[in-house]
């Protein structure tokens, strides 16, 4: 076991105190013993020191942290919590690091630099927005963000708590959080409430600061901030409180300070024309502003302040005549300050001069009566019982009566602002709930100490109080839930000091009465507090003096003088001036002093409140109750007030540190910063933790540090808390050191740094083992060498002996072998020129013999063939002419049955009834017919094809019998080639011989040759050494001349450069007013949006017009009151049960009406037509009465049909809409509104429709049988009238018709009804069917939906891990069911698929069949046939690539290929099918020359596409896909406008097809300014995917196992915010690969994907490095090493994706360096010079960033020295790079779009059907 005295041994470092630096290092030169007097140090000089130990005064001095804890983010991450530990921790991080943030537990410490820090901008907001609070550096962005999303997420109000000294930074610290929230939670609508949060701190700073010895910015007042939220947590409102302003600052001012800024602004801005009527000089001329002798602020200008007062009243709604009002009432001031007021002889009266200017403005500023001010500010009025005195005064006394008019003046005026500062950021809309920032004075003590510091210390007592609770409670809540015991921690409680100054009879109460007393004294009341409180422990009595008395407050003891309590207490002023200023004339002055003045709007509170805001100063009710209740009274009230709110909300602590009183930029006084952190509770906060258990470790954590110390077999073991607990319990002996939690091991204070101690004298002992072995290591290798070495020597000695003998050896094998060789040749060569002149022998003869057997046998089959061939074609040609020869007696036969039944028919044809059935049968005759003769034509078609197959096989067996005769007729004298064989055998030897000899003749060539080769050699080599020298000498020059081109070419790449970057700003400010535009015209639709709206509120009352009041809510157009005048009973109806309710069907309403207006349009079309046609029928007259006057009756008789038809059906309709209109309307009144109603509804109409248009056919189909029938009777009733009076007869026949023949056709008729009825059934039966199916699948999801109703209750009833590991197998079972379910449906869309493409092979054939059959048919109809009949058809003309379309269907055209088009729709199609598809309508209105059809369609595209991208502006695949097809249209433009320049790579046909009549170069820079703005949305919305993704990706998970390091945690570690998703560098590349693929997929330029990806890597880039230079943790060697490693594998990515020519990875420039940067040496000036040569894409203060906060992981690695970082400046200083420590995450490359014509001709392009364009027609 391992006692307290152990750790002072030789080598560790302590503190011991210091009078000047408070704390001094030192370090221990001999081991401490219990129980010896001296510890022996030595300090850092070297000196040694003596240290006396005793234990009751002297203890033992405090340990020091290991170096590796020093500079940590959270002060409890320390192992020794103590004072010095702390100081030097601050001290180190303010002077070396630069870092004026620090944590200390909950609380934030704040440190004033005295200098502008470049770490406040958007982006670096940006970057702690949604980070968790440990996560990040430490920042008051961090402290609000915790806030924030504690707001959010725990639904409760949040507080920040902002305090410190005068000059310690604490507005300027609430300043930035309020513009966090301001920028982070901005509002929702326009009403910019966040711009008037913010305008409020220059008003506020204006009129409530002032400057001070301490502080040029000081407030002078407290103020509490409440920015209200509402649900979505957008800022709806704020209010502000105020506490205790310093109003005598007004009248007075010490050396060297100043009044409030606002005076001297207005004396600075007097020379402006609106100010001259304020009479204002300089403020050196005012007595008021020119006591502190110092009117002056150095680097402030009070004129410039001024006019950002002014905007800022602007922005809060403040009037210019109220503005000129507020400075006319400051300027009053000024001017009554001046007043002269002398002293008459008798001294007990006093008097004003009448020419006294001042007083004249004082009182023409404030529009009050200049005798009585004059006359009242010298004289004071009496009231008794009896009777009242007008009393003169003193000069004295009217000179404090006239002060204390001055200070009551600008206190009500400061009241007023604040009211109307309130009003301004009030709001109607619900608070949610709210963020407040309160920032309060803090402890003060001075030499001499008045009523203002007494109030301030008193205030700072209470807060102190509330943050001890809050603090020892946070402490108890972190044991309780780890489960780990507790004793109860002694901490500092102040309750008796607040007790002594507001319980009864205390300090407060005795004042008070003190006040009411007439002639009560300052000294009489500090008497009453000595006989009183002089027991009290926090209460002293000064041994100097009977009118001062001490105070022990928290801090520190506070002597206050007694002087002056009583008046600032009662803070009187005399009545009589008052009323002289309520009569003013002005309207504002009198409102300030008027009794009844409004109370300040209350800001409404959340529902996570408890209490009621309310402003601070409540309002008075009558004189004589304000003036008595005291200054004292109303500060406690106010003060209890603000602790009921903190104590109602989540407080956050902001500690400002003063680190001097010289305002010196980065200057540390330790005496001044200890007495601070004494003050403010730090040492406090860490007291208590470290009174507990400071250090915290999650059991991972503490495994992965110290493993080191593990034994493997504990190591073997799954359970790390196990062996987490063995291990402690090995190490440390004493349980009270240590507890195990439920997720943490807790510490006491110095345990983790004997951990560390224990873990580096392992690693300690290892590296000496290590150091060890390698050096054995280097010895045996050098030996090895050696050894090697004499071997290798040997070796080659035997080698060259053993070489020399096996040479000899070699020659003489060799010629044995050449001789053995050379013979064995010679005879193998003769064996085989015999045996192949035998083998061709035989080879010939057998082929002879083998071909004639095949020869003969091939002419049998030959002949047998033929004799098959001509025998078949022999019967074949009789069975034709036997069938030939019956079909002709059949067609005889029946044509002579067929005259006589025409013989009866024409004596039927006398009955109009026999006529109708002919009629009604004709059509069904027709089809029948035109069936039967498209059999007939497939049949001969058929046999056609198969008697041109037998005749092709007959010509190829033709040909192929006339090769093979040619063959044989060829080979026939092959007997004669043996002899042949023989020549050429003697021929090839007299070629061998000839080739003996010239061998020889070469081998003497080749000798020659060789000996002048040698010679040859040794010349070029002389040769060669010449040209050496020359060769160097010409490099040399060449070297010279490069260097002076390199330099001209550097010149001009930097021009070509500059001309580049000149037209990239060119574009990008372009693409930027573009962006603006898109902005400034989404925000124009909102408003119109909300005007809409606003109009169509529920409850509305339509008004009597001819227009909808549906009309603003809807696409369609207005409606007159004629076509809805029979549906004014259902609107009302719906009006009156409210549209709240009627909402859901209010869209079923619009579609009706519109079906409604379609059938009257269609009406009066068919009207207008119909009388048209009569015209022409009246017109022609009598001129073809044959032919023309049947054609046009039965048109005239269709087209009367049809509207009578269409007239009966729309009235239908109308009666139809009005029952439905009231269904509709009494089930909204019965409350069955939900979505699943409104489902079935909208089914139903959908059945509806196609109904409707199914009946419609029908329809049209009987109408044109009607038109026949009735045609053909009026054709017949002139004849019929002739027969019945003069009886004539037929020409053909004289026989009238039979009953029979009228019996059959009434039957036909009543068949045909029977016919159209049995359809309409079957229709009715499948409508039924399908609604029953539709009843069935409810009733199934509403059992689903119980069932996962009843499946949630039982996991709500489970364990957590229960719940968890439930809602995982659920998951799987639903995925893998859904993995089946879309297998399933992908094999029966692929079999589909198959089938339709099989069939539409059939169905083009049967097209072309068609087409070739058409004209014969064509020719043969007969000249009276009916124009209607539809089964006549025709060949359609050549395809040109146009669609041409109606005008009344141009919506209907947007509306499928843009408002309803999905992506997924046109997946299998060609790529950016829709663009094609309306470029073909537009080529089609450009050949007929409609202006107004372009004009129209593209503008109604282009407002399409834009409302489509609004809807889905967070969806990628949308996005991606209306950005390739609005590029594709852009292209198509240009590709066929027939400018030259963009047909270069066109084909002919596609020339063809150029636009002839219109330039559209207007549209195409619409479209171009269109795929900008597509471009920038597709850009935001990749960027909002992928920016959760990359800070985890990129540098917290481990892509290389096992390499980062852990170390001890701090609070901020263990803090309450929610730990967001992780995400794998695996994930961030499988999101890139999806994003690639779609838009690949979508047919996007690959140009234009390049710019995207480099885009994205730019943002990737910026996040990463931004992350890197915010946070502490992340800065070590493992990270550049896990940065370098995910680098690569984006280039990886990138080179996979054919994407590196892109300039994707030169965007990761920065962050490439910055991974170098953490893992390259950092000691040496070379390695400075190194660091600057290499980081050339970093600025200077990211390296220097960089270099401040890298931090080694463990004791072994070194931290960057504080001259080395210096040495980079010096280095650096010249660079004249950009000086913003962050990189804009913001900034946008100018995108590109290049010219990509399309290769794909528009008249091979394919609609799918599943568009449902049949109304387009191709021509």
Same mark, same amino acid.
């Given at each position: 076991?391992m006692?307290e005295?152990?750790?002072?041994a030789?080598?560790?470092?302590v503190w011991?105190?210091d009078?000047d630096?408070?704390?001094?290092?030192?370090?221990?030169v001999?081991?401490?013993?219990e129980?010896d007097?001296? =510890?022996?140090?030595?300090?850092e000089?070297e000196?040694?020191?003596?240290?006396?130990?005793?234990?009751?005064?002297n203890?033992?001095p405090?340990?020091?942290n290991?170096d590796?804890?020093?500079?940590?983010n959270?002060?409890?991450a320390?192992?020794?919590?103590?004072?010095?530990?702390?100081?030097?921790?601050?001290k180190?991080?303010f002077?070396?690091?630069?870092?004026?943030y620090?944590?200390?537990?909950?609380?934030?410490?704040?440190?004033?630099?005295y200098?502008?820090v470049p770490?406040?901008?958007?982006?670096?907001?940006?970057?702690?927005?949604?980070q968790?609070?440990g996560?990040?550096?430490p920042h008051?962005?961090?402290?609000?963000?915790?806030?924030?999303?504690?707001?959010a997420?725990?639904?409760?109000?949040q507080?920040i708590?902002?305090?410190?000294?005068?000059?310690?930074?604490?507005?300027?610290s609430?300043?930035?959080?309020?513009?966090?929230?301001?920028?982070v939670g901005?509002?929702a609508?326009?009403?910019?409430?966040?711009e008037?949060v913010?305008? $409020?701190?220059?008003?506020?700073e204006?009129?409530?600061?002032?400057?001070?010895?301490?502080?040029?910015?000081?407030?002078r007042f407290?103020?509490?901030?409440q920015?209200?939220?509402?649900?979505?947590?957008?800022?709806?409102g704020?209010n =502000?409180?105020t506490y205790?302003l310093?109003?005598?600052r007004?009248?007075?001012?010490?050396e060297?300070?100043?009044?409030?800024?606002?005076?001297?602004?207005?004396?600075?801005?007097a020379?402006?024309?609106?100010?001259?009527?304020?009479?204002?000089?300089?403020?050196?001329d005012?007595?008021?502003?020119s006591q502190g002798?110092?009117?002056?602020i150095?680097g402030?200008n009070?004129?410039?302040d001024?006019?950002?007062?002014?905007?800022?009243f602007?922005?809060?709604g403040?009037?210019?005549?109220?503005?000129?009002s507020i400075f006319k009432?400051?300027?009053?001031i000024l001017h009554?300050?001046?007043v002269?007021?002398?002293?008459?002889?008798d001294?007990?009266?006093c008097n004003i001069?009448?020419?006294d200017?001042?007083?004249n403005?004082?009182c023409?500023?404030?529009?009050?009566?200049?005798?009585q =001010?004059e006359?009242w500010l010298?004289?004071?009025?009496?009231v008794t019982?009896?009777?009242?005195?007008?009393?003169?005064?003193?000069?004295?006394?009217?000179i404090?009566a006239?002060?204390a008019l001055?200070?009551h003046i600008?206190?009500?005026l400061f009241n007023?602002i604040?009211?109307?500062?309130?009003?301004?950021?009030?709001?109607?809309?619900?608070q949610?709930?709210f963020?407040g920032?309160?920032?309060?004075?803090g402890?003060?003590?001075?030499?001499?100490?008045?009523?203002?510091?007494?109030?301030?210390?008193y205030?700072?007592?209470?807060l102190?109080?509330?943050?001890?609770?809050?603090?020892?409670?946070?402490?108890q809540d972190?044991?309780?839930?780890e489960q780990i015991p507790w004793t109860?921690?002694?901490?500092y409680?102040?309750?008796p000091c607040i007790?002594l100054?507001?319980a009864?009879?205390?300090?407060?109460?005795?004042l008070?009465?003190?006040?009411?007393?007439?002639?009560?004294t300052?000294q009489?009341?500090?008497q009453?507090?000595?006989d009183r409180?002089?027991?009290?422990?926090h209460?002293?009595?000064?041994?100097?003096?009977?009118t001062?008395?001490i105070?022990?407050?928290f801090a520190?003891?506070?002597?206050y003088?007694s002087?002056?309590?009583l008046?600032?207490?009662?803070?009187?002023?005399?009545e009589?001036?008052?009323n002289i200023l309520k009569?003013?004339?002005f309207?504002?002055?009198?409102?300030l002093?008027?009794?009844?003045?409004?109370?300040?709007?209350?800001?409404?509170v959340g529902k996570g409140?408890?209490?009621?805001?309310?402003a601070a100063?409540?309002?008075?009710k009558?004189p004589?109750?304000e003036h008595r209740?005291?200054v004292g009274?109303?500060f406690r009230?106010?003060?209890?007030?603000?602790?009921?709110t903190?104590?109602a909300?989540t407080?956050?602590y902001?500690?400002?540190?003063?680190?001097?009183?010289?305002?010196?930029?980065?200057?540390?006084?330790?005496?001044r910063?200890?007495?601070?952190?004494?003050?403010c509770g730090?040492?406090?906060?860490?007291r208590?933790?470290?009174a507990g258990?400071p250090?915290?470790?999650t059991?991972?954590d503490?495994?992965n540090r110290?493993?080191?110390?593990?034994?493997?077999?504990d190591?073997?073991?799954?359970d790390?808390?196990?062996i987490?607990r063995?291990?402690?319990?090995?190490l440390?002996?004493?349980?009270d050191?240590f507890q195990?939690?439920?997720?943490?091991i807790?510490f006491?204070?110095?345990?983790?740094?004997?951990?560390?101690?224990?873990r580096a004298d392992?690693?300690?002992?290892a590296c000496i083992?290590?150091q060890?072995s390698v050096r054995g290591?280097l010895?045996?290798?050098k030996?090895?060498?050696?050894?090697?070495?004499?071997?290798?020597?040997?070796?080659?000695?035997?080698g060259?002996?053993a070489?020399?003998?096996?040479?000899?050896?070699?020659?003489?094998?060799?010629?044995?072998i050449?001789?053995?060789?050379?013979r064995?040749l010679?005879?193998?060569?003769?064996y085989?020129n015999?045996r192949h002149a035998?083998?061709?022998?035989?080879?010939?003869s057998r082929?002879m013999?083998?071909?004639?057997i095949y &020869?003969?046998?091939l002419?049998?089959?030959?002949?047998?063939i033929?004799?098959?061939?001509?025998?078949?074609?022999?019967e074949?040609r009789k069975?034709?002419?036997a069938?030939?020869?019956?079909?002709?007696?059949q067609?005889?036969?029946?044509r002579l049955q067929?005259?006589k039944?025409l013989?009866?028919?024409?004596?039927?044809?006398?009955s109009?009834?026999?006529?109708?059935?002919?009629?009604?049968?004709?059509?069904?005759?027709?089809?029948q017919l035109q069936?039967?003769v498209d059999?007939?034509?497939?049949?001969?078609?058929?046999?056609?094809?198969?008697?041109t197959?037998a005749?092709?096989?007959y010509?190829t067996?033709?040909?192929?019998?006339?090769?093979?005769?040619?063959?044989f007729?060829?080979?026939?004298?092959d007997?004669?080639q043996?002899?042949?064989l023989q020549?050429?055998?003697?021929?090839l030897?007299?070629?061998?011989?000839?080739?003996?000899?010239?061998?020889k003749?070469?081998?003497?060539e080749y000798?020659t040759e060789?000996?002048?080769?040698?010679k040859?050699v040794?010349d070029?080599e002389?040769?060669n050494?010449l040209l050496?020298d020359?060769?160097?000498e010409?490099n040399?020059r060449i070297?010279?001349?490069?260097?002076?081109k390199?330099?001209?070419?550097?010149?001009?790449?930097v021009?070509e450069?500059?001309v580049?970057?000149?037209?990239n700003?060119?574009?990008?400010?372009?693409?930027?007013?573009?962006k603006e535009?898109?902005?400034?015209e989404q925000?124009y639709e909102?408003l119109q949006e909300?005007?809409?709206?606003?109009?169509?509120?529920?409850?509305?009352?339509?008004?009597?017009?001819?227009?909808?009041?549906?009309e603003?809510d $809807?696409?369609?157009?207005?409606? $007159?009151?004629s076509?809805?005048?029979?549906?004014?009973?259902t609107?009302?109806?719906?009006?009156?049960?409210?549209?709240e309710k009627a909402a859901m069907?209010?869209?079923?309403?619009?579609?009706?009406q519109?079906?409604v207006?379609?059938?009257?349009q269609?009406?009066?079309?068919l009207?207008?037509?119909?009388?048209?046609m009569e015209e022409?029928v009246n017109?022609k007259?009598?001129?073809n009465?044959?032919?023309?006057?049947?054609?046009s009756?039965g048109?005239?008789?269709?087209n009367?049909?049809?509207?009578q038809?269409l007239?009966?059906?729309?009235?239908k309709?109308?009666?139809d809409?009005?029952?439905l209109?009231?269904a509709?309307?009494?089930?909204?009144?019965?409350n069955?509104?939900?979505?699943?109603?409104?489902?079935?509804y909208n089914?139903l109409?959908?059945?509806?429709k196609?109904?409707n248009?199914?009946l419609?056919?029908?329809k049209?189909?009987?109408?044109i049988?009607?038109?026949?029938i009735?045609?053909?009777?009026?054709?017949k009733?002139p004849a019929?009238?002739?027969?019945?009076n003069t009886?004539?007869?037929?020409?053909n026949s004289?026989?009238?018709?039979?009953?029979?023949d009228?019996?059959?056709?009434?039957?036909?008729?009543?068949?045909?009804? &029977?016919?159209?009825?049995?359809q309409?059934q079957?229709?009715?039966r499948?409508?039924?069917?399908?609604l029953?199916?539709?009843?069935t699948?409810n009733e199934?999801? &509403?059992?689903?939906?119980?069932?996962?109703?009843?499946?949630l209750?039982?996991?709500?009833s489970?364990?957590?891990?229960?719940?968890?590991e439930?809602s995982i197998?659920?998951?799987i079972?639903r995925?893998?069911n859904?993995?089946?379910d879309?297998k399933?449906?992908?094999?029966k869309?692929?079999?589909?698929e198959?089938?339709?493409?099989?069939?539409?092979?059939?169905y083009?054939?049967?097209?072309?069949?068609?087409?070739v059959?058409?004209p014969?048919e064509?020719s043969?109809?007969r000249?009276?046939e009916?124009?209607?009949?539809?089964t006549v058809q025709r060949?359609?003309?050549?395809?040109?690539?146009?669609?041409?379309?109606c005008?009344?269907?141009?919506?209907?055209l947007v509306?499928?290929?843009?408002?309803? /088009?999905?992506?997924q729709?046109?997946s299998?199609?060609?790529?950016c099918?829709p663009a094609?598809?309306?470029f =073909?309508?537009?080529r089609?209105?450009?050949?007929?020359?409609?202006?107004q059809?372009?004009?129209?369609l593209?503008?109604?595209?282009i407002?399409?596409?834009?409302?489509?991208l609004?809807?889905?502006?967070d969806d990628f695949e949308?996005?991606?896909?209306?950005?390739?097809?609005?590029?594709?249209?852009?292209?198509?433009?240009?590709?066929?406008?027939?400018d030259e320049?963009?047909?270069?790579?066109?084909s002919?046909k596609?020339n063809e097809h150029c636009?002839?009549n219109f330039d559209?170069?207007?549209?195409?820079?619409?479209?171009?300014d269109?795929?900008?703005?597509?471009?920038?949305?597709l850009?935001?919305?990749?960027?909002?995917?992928m920016?959760?993704m990359?800070?985890?990706a990129m540098?917290?998970?481990?892509?290389?196992?096992?390499l980062?390091?852990?170390?001890?945690?701090g609070?901020?570690n263990?803090?309450s915010?929610?730990d967001?998703?992780?995400?794998?560098?695996?994930?961030?590349i499988i999101?890139?690969?999806?994003?690639?693929s779609t838009?690949?997929?979508?047919?996007?330029?690959?140009?234009?994907?390049?710019?995207?990806?480099k885009?994205l890597?730019y943002?990737i880039n910026?996040v990463?490095l931004?992350?890197?230079?915010?946070r502490?943790?992340?800065?070590s060697w493992?990270t550049?090493?896990?940065?370098?490693f995910?680098i690569s594998?984006?280039?990886?990515?990138?080179?996979s994706?054919?994407l590196?020519?892109?300039?994707a990875i030169?965007?990761?420039e920065?962050?490439i360096?910055?991974?170098?940067?953490?893992q390259?040496?950092?000691?040496?000036?070379e390695?400075a010079?190194?660091?600057?040569? /290499?980081?050339?894409a970093?600025?200077?203060q990211?390296?220097?960033?960089?270099?401040?906060?890298?931090t080694?992981?463990?004791?072994?690695?070194?931290?960057?020295t504080?001259?080395?970082i210096?040495?980079?400046?010096?280095?650096?200083?010249?660079n004249?790079?950009?000086?913003q420590?962050?990189?804009?995450?913001?900034?946008?490359f100018?995108v590109?779009?290049?010219?990509t014509?399309?290769?794909?001709?528009?008249?091979?392009?394919?609609i799918?059907?599943?568009?449902?364009?049949?109304?387009l027609t191709?021509?």
């Amino acid at each position: 076991m391992m006692t307290e005295y152990e750790l002072y041994a030789k080598y560790t470092r302590v503190w011991i105190p210091d009078p000047d630096d408070v704390w001094k290092a030192a370090e221990i030169v001999k081991d401490y013993k219990e129980g010896d007097p001296v =510890m022996y140090l030595k300090l850092e000089d070297e000196t040694t020191l003596d240290y006396p130990i005793n234990p009751k005064h002297n203890q033992l001095p405090f340990l020091r942290n290991p170096d590796i804890l020093v500079g940590e983010n959270d002060l409890t991450a320390l192992s020794y919590l103590h004072e010095p530990a702390v100081l030097h921790n601050l001290k180190v991080r303010f002077l070396e690091s630069n870092h004026i943030y620090t944590y200390c537990g909950i609380v934030l410490v704040a440190i004033n630099p005295y200098q502008q820090v470049p770490i406040y901008g958007e982006d670096v907001i940006y970057a702690y927005s949604g980070q968790n609070m440990g996560d990040m550096d430490p920042h008051i962005f961090a402290v609000a963000e915790e806030a924030y999303k504690q707001m959010a997420r725990d639904e409760k109000n949040q507080s920040i708590i902002v305090s410190g000294e005068s000059g310690a930074g604490k507005t300027v610290s609430a300043k930035y959080a309020m513009r966090y929230f301001a920028t982070v939670g901005g509002s929702a609508s326009d009403t910019n409430v966040e711009e008037k949060v913010l305008a $409020s701190s220059p008003i506020m700073e204006a009129i409530g600061n002032a400057k001070t010895t301490r502080n040029d910015n000081s407030s002078r007042f407290g103020k509490y901030i409440q920015i209200g939220f509402d649900r979505r947590y957008h800022i709806i409102g704020a209010n =502000m409180r105020t506490y205790l302003l310093e109003k005598s600052r007004v009248v007075f001012q010490a050396e060297d300070e100043r009044n409030y800024h606002i005076f001297y602004q207005l004396c600075a801005s007097a020379s402006l024309p609106e100010f001259k009527d304020l009479e204002l000089t300089s403020a050196e001329d005012f007595f008021y502003t020119s006591q502190g002798e110092n009117i002056f602020i150095e680097g402030v200008n009070d004129a410039e302040d001024l006019e950002k007062t002014r905007h800022a009243f602007m922005l809060l709604g403040v009037k210019e005549n109220h503005q000129m009002s507020i400075f006319k009432i400051i300027a009053s001031i000024l001017h009554l300050g001046n007043v002269d007021i002398r002293s008459e002889r008798d001294g007990d009266s006093c008097n004003i001069p009448k020419n006294d200017e001042h007083l004249n403005h004082f009182c023409d500023l404030l529009g009050v009566e200049h005798d009585q =001010m004059e006359h009242w500010l010298c004289h004071r009025k009496l009231v008794t019982t009896a009777e009242t005195y007008v009393k003169t005064m003193s000069k004295q006394q009217a000179i404090n009566a006239r002060n204390a008019l001055a200070k009551h003046i600008y206190a009500e005026l400061f009241n007023w602002i604040v009211d109307h500062i309130n009003k301004a950021l009030y709001t109607t809309t619900k608070q949610h709930s709210f963020i407040g920032v309160l920032d309060i004075y803090g402890f003060e003590t001075f030499e001499f100490n008045s009523f203002e510091q007494f109030c301030i210390n008193y205030a700072n007592e209470k807060l102190q109080q509330q943050f001890n609770s809050h603090v020892f409670k946070l402490e108890q809540d972190e044991y309780m839930k780890e489960q780990i015991p507790w004793t109860l921690i002694d901490f500092y409680d102040n309750q008796p000091c607040i007790d002594l100054i507001e319980a009864k009879l205390g300090i407060l109460d005795l004042l008070d009465e003190e006040c009411k007393v007439p002639k009560g004294t300052d000294q009489n009341w500090a008497q009453k507090l000595y006989d009183r409180h002089s027991s009290s422990e926090h209460f002293q009595k000064p041994r100097m003096s009977n009118t001062s008395f001490i105070v022990v407050h928290f801090a520190d003891k506070v002597e206050y003088q007694s002087d002056g309590f009583l008046e600032k207490n009662r803070d009187t002023v005399y009545e009589e001036q008052i009323n002289i200023l309520k009569a003013s004339k002005f309207q504002l002055v009198a409102d300030l002093f008027h009794d009844g003045k409004e109370v300040p709007v209350p800001a409404p509170v959340g529902k996570g409140s408890r209490i009621n805001v309310r402003a601070a100063k409540p309002a008075p009710k009558t004189p004589n109750r304000e003036h008595r209740k005291t200054v004292g009274h109303q500060f406690r009230n106010s003060l209890q007030l603000l602790t009921e709110t903190l104590n109602a909300t989540t407080p956050h602590y902001v500690r400002c540190i003063k680190p001097n009183d010289e305002k010196l930029a980065f200057s540390f006084d330790s005496s001044r910063a200890v007495q601070q952190l004494r003050a403010c509770g730090v040492l406090e906060t860490i007291r208590i933790s470290a009174a507990g258990y400071p250090s915290r470790w999650t059991y991972p954590d503490f495994f992965n540090r110290y493993r080191v110390l593990m034994k493997k077999k504990d190591i073997s073991n799954s359970d790390k808390k196990l062996i987490c607990r063995n291990l402690l319990e090995t190490l440390i002996k004493d349980p009270d050191k240590f507890q195990f939690g439920k997720n943490k091991i807790f510490f006491r204070a110095g345990q983790v740094a004997y951990l560390e101690k224990l873990r580096a004298d392992k690693f300690r002992s290892a590296c000496i083992k290590i150091q060890k072995s390698v050096r054995g290591w280097l010895q045996r290798v050098k030996y090895r060498k050696i050894r090697k070495s004499a071997i290798t020597l040997q070796r080659y000695g035997r080698g060259y002996l053993a070489r020399r003998l096996a040479e000899d050896l070699r020659r003489t094998r060799a010629a044995v072998i050449f001789q053995k060789q050379y013979r064995m040749l010679r005879e193998r060569r003769a064996y085989l020129n015999v045996r192949h002149a035998v083998t061709t022998i035989q080879a010939f003869s057998r082929g002879m013999f083998t071909r004639r057997i095949y &020869k003969e046998f091939l002419l049998h089959h030959k002949a047998t063939i033929i004799q098959k061939s001509v025998r078949g074609w022999m019967e074949r040609r009789k069975f034709r002419r036997a069938r030939n020869a019956a079909v002709i007696i059949q067609c005889g036969f029946r044509r002579l049955q067929a005259k006589k039944e025409l013989k009866q028919l024409k004596i039927e044809a006398r009955s109009a009834e026999h006529f109708k059935k002919l009629n009604i049968g004709m059509e069904n005759k027709i089809v029948q017919l035109q069936r039967k003769v498209d059999d007939q034509n497939k049949e001969y078609k058929a046999q056609n094809e198969l008697l041109t197959i037998a005749n092709n096989n007959y010509a190829t067996e033709v040909q192929k019998l006339q090769k093979e005769v040619q063959y044989f007729r060829d080979h026939k004298d092959d007997g004669n080639q043996l002899g042949t064989l023989q020549e050429e055998l003697e021929r090839l030897r007299a070629e061998l011989e000839s080739a003996h000899s010239q061998r020889k003749q070469l081998e003497e060539e080749y000798s020659t040759e060789k000996a002048s080769l040698r010679k040859r050699v040794e010349d070029l080599e002389k040769e060669n050494s010449l040209l050496k020298d020359e060769k160097e000498e010409m490099n040399q020059r060449i070297q010279n001349q490069s260097k002076n081109k390199e330099d001209q070419v550097s010149r001009v790449s930097v021009k070509e450069g500059q001309v580049q970057a000149e037209l990239n700003e060119e574009r990008l400010r372009y693409q930027n007013l573009v962006k603006e535009y898109s902005r400034l015209e989404q925000r124009y639709e909102n408003l119109q949006e909300e005007i809409s709206l606003a109009k169509f509120q529920p409850g509305h009352r339509r008004n009597p017009s001819n227009q909808s009041s549906l009309e603003s809510d $809807s696409n369609y157009p207005s409606i $007159s009151t004629s076509e809805v005048g029979d549906t004014e009973d259902t609107i009302q109806q719906v009006e009156e049960m409210g549209l709240e309710k009627a909402a859901m069907d209010i869209s079923l309403f619009m579609k009706l009406q519109k079906r409604v207006r379609e059938l009257e349009q269609e009406r009066r079309r068919l009207q207008t037509d119909l009388e048209k046609m009569e015209e022409l029928v009246n017109r022609k007259g009598n001129e073809n009465k044959n032919s023309a006057d049947q054609d046009s009756n039965g048109d005239s008789a269709y087209n009367s049909l049809k509207r009578q038809e269409l007239e009966s059906e729309n009235k239908k309709l109308k009666n139809d809409l009005n029952e439905l209109r009231k269904a509709i309307a009494e089930r909204a009144t019965n409350n069955n509104s939900s979505n699943e109603l409104q489902e079935s509804y909208n089914l139903l109409l959908n059945q509806l429709k196609g109904a409707n248009e199914e009946l419609e056919v029908r329809k049209e189909e009987v109408l044109i049988l009607r038109a026949q029938i009735v045609s053909s009777a009026q054709q017949k009733e002139p004849a019929k009238q002739i027969e019945t009076n003069t009886m004539p007869e037929w020409t053909n026949s004289k026989n009238e018709m039979s009953r029979d023949d009228a019996i059959k056709a009434y039957h036909g008729m009543c068949e045909s009804k &029977k016919l159209l009825e049995a359809q309409l059934q079957t229709q009715s039966r499948q409508h039924e069917d399908e609604l029953e199916a539709l009843r069935t699948q409810n009733e199934v999801l &509403k059992e689903d939906i119980e069932r996962k109703q009843e499946m949630l209750n039982q996991t709500l009833s489970l364990s957590p891990e229960a719940q968890v590991e439930f809602s995982i197998q659920q998951e799987i079972t639903r995925l893998t069911n859904e993995n089946l379910d879309l297998k399933e449906l992908v094999e029966k869309l692929e079999k589909n698929e198959r089938k339709l493409k099989k069939q539409l092979k059939i169905y083009m054939k049967k097209v072309q069949e068609l087409e070739v059959s058409q004209p014969s048919e064509k020719s043969q109809k007969r000249r009276h046939e009916l124009t209607r009949q539809v089964t006549v058809q025709r060949k359609e003309k050549d395809f040109e690539g146009m669609l041409e379309y109606c005008k009344e269907d141009e919506s209907l055209l947007v509306k499928s290929l843009v408002s309803d /088009m999905k992506p997924q729709t046109v997946s299998a199609t060609v790529p950016c099918l829709p663009a094609y598809i309306l470029f =073909m309508c537009i080529r089609h209105a450009d050949y007929i020359n409609d202006d107004q059809k372009v004009h129209s369609l593209l503008t109604s595209t282009i407002n399409a596409i834009k409302k489509v991208l609004k809807k889905q502006n967070d969806d990628f695949e949308t996005t991606s896909f209306w950005l390739a097809n609005t590029s594709r249209l852009l292209h198509c433009l240009k590709q066929y406008s027939g400018d030259e320049a963009f047909m270069t790579q066109n084909s002919a046909k596609q020339n063809e097809h150029c636009l002839k009549n219109f330039d559209l170069a207007e549209y195409r820079q619409v479209l171009s300014d269109l795929s900008i703005q597509i471009y920038q949305q597709l850009i935001k919305v990749a960027e909002g995917i992928m920016h959760p993704m990359i800070v985890s990706a990129m540098l917290e998970s481990e892509s290389i196992p096992s390499l980062a390091g852990v170390k001890p945690m701090g609070y901020r570690n263990r803090s309450s915010s929610m730990d967001g998703d992780t995400y794998s560098l695996d994930a961030l590349i499988i999101q890139l690969g999806n994003f690639h693929s779609t838009m690949c997929e979508h047919g996007l330029d690959p140009e234009i994907i390049q710019q995207v990806f480099k885009q994205l890597f730019y943002m990737i880039n910026a996040v990463t490095l931004n992350n890197l230079l915010l946070r502490k943790d992340v800065c070590s060697w493992s990270t550049g090493m896990q940065l370098r490693f995910n680098i690569s594998q984006m280039e990886e990515w990138l080179r996979s994706k054919n994407l590196q020519q892109s300039g994707a990875i030169s965007t990761m420039e920065p962050l490439i360096q910055a991974a170098q940067l953490l893992q390259v040496k950092k000691k040496t000036n070379e390695d400075a010079k190194a660091i600057c040569t /290499m980081c050339t894409a970093l600025s200077t203060q990211q390296i220097v960033k960089i270099l401040n906060l890298y931090t080694p992981l463990n004791e072994f690695e070194e931290r960057v020295t504080v001259s080395f970082i210096r040495s980079i400046q010096g280095l650096l200083q010249d660079n004249t790079d950009s000086q913003q420590l962050l990189v804009d995450a913001k900034h946008t490359f100018p995108v590109l779009f290049p010219y990509t014509p399309s290769n794909l001709s528009l008249e091979t392009l394919h609609i799918p059907a599943s568009l449902s364009l049949d109304f387009l027609t191709r021509v």
